[in-house]
T-cell receptor
Framework: DAGITQSPRYKITETGRQVTLMCHQT?????MFWYRQDLGHGLRLIYY???????DKGEVPDGYVVSRSKTENFPLTLESATRSQTSVYFC??????????????FGEGSRLTVL | DAKTTQPPSMDCAEGRAANLPCNHS???????VYWYRQIHSQGPQYIIH???NNETNEMASLIITEDRKSSTLILPHATLRDTAVYYC????????????????FGTGTRLQVTL
């Protein structure tokens, strides 16, 4: 199915473990983003990518690693998870081209709990 | 990007128009106003955006004041399904530039539509 999908949708892990959240989009959008949303807060940008092999830091990048070897995938890795990284993570993508609507398309989110 | 100010919460009776205000007094001439909403636990959903002129689509209308320092999102006939957090965001409108592609989400307005 076309769209943007995240996996896993729910994950429980322990402090110090490595966790990777996957994001896959079928539109061939150039831009992809990772946001986190904590209870009672808005979305905060972690990392974004303008194209394959091009990534840049957002507002809260510490403790996270991203890669973009293929246009359609943008995995987010927590190399050593901490309790403060318990959050809901949203992946998003955006098309680019002559007409830039600026519209972001979001996935359904990945709820991560770090014990 | 310019900061925005929104009321934390609003109520609206079903069938009535919901008018959600947003102040963006420091908006620059090349910054667009975007509105997104997030229905409980789901990824944010794009609603509408505009630069200077009022805009309307199948979901809502966007009214931007002449000095562009504030705007109002109008849901003409609110339903229970419109209960959500609504985010007003300003962003530089540009094509294919990294920093201009980010959206900064605040805490939004929680709209509760009631019977």
């Amino acid at each position: 199915d076309a769209g943007i999908t995240q996996s896993p949708r729910y994950k429980i892990t322990e402090t110090g473990r490595q966790v990777t959240l996957m994001c896959h989009q079928t539109w061939s959008h150039s831009y992809m983003f990772w946001y986190r949303q904590d209870l009672g807060h808005g979305l905060r940008l972690i990392y974004y990518s303008a194209a394959a092999d091009i990534t840049d830091k957002g507002e809260v990048p510490d403790g996270y690693v991203v890669s973009r070897s293929k246009t359609e995938n943008f995995p987010l890795t927590l190399e050593s998870a901490t309790r403060s990284q318990t959050s809901v993570y949203f992946c998003a993508s955006r098309e680019t081209g002559h007409v830039d609507t600026g519209e972001l398309f979001f996935g359904e989110g990945s709820r991560l709990t770090v014990l | 990007d310019a900061k925005t100010t929104q009321p934390p919460s609003m109520d609206c009776a079903e069938g009535r128009a919901a008018n959600l205000p947003c102040n963006h007094s420091t908006i620059s001439g090349n910054e667009y106003v975007y509105w997104y909403r997030q229905i409980h636990s789901q990824g944010p959903q794009y609603i509408i955006h505009g630069l200077k002129n009022n805009e309307t689509n199948e979901m809502a209308s966007l009214i931007i004041t002449e000095d562009r320092k504030s705007s109002t999102l109008i849901l003409p006939h609110a339903t229970l399904r419109d209960t959500a957090v609504y985010y007003c965001i300003v962003r530089v409108g540009s094509v294919n530039t990294g920093t201009a592609s980010k959206l900064t989400f605040g805490t939004g307005t929680r709209l509760q539509v009631t019977l």
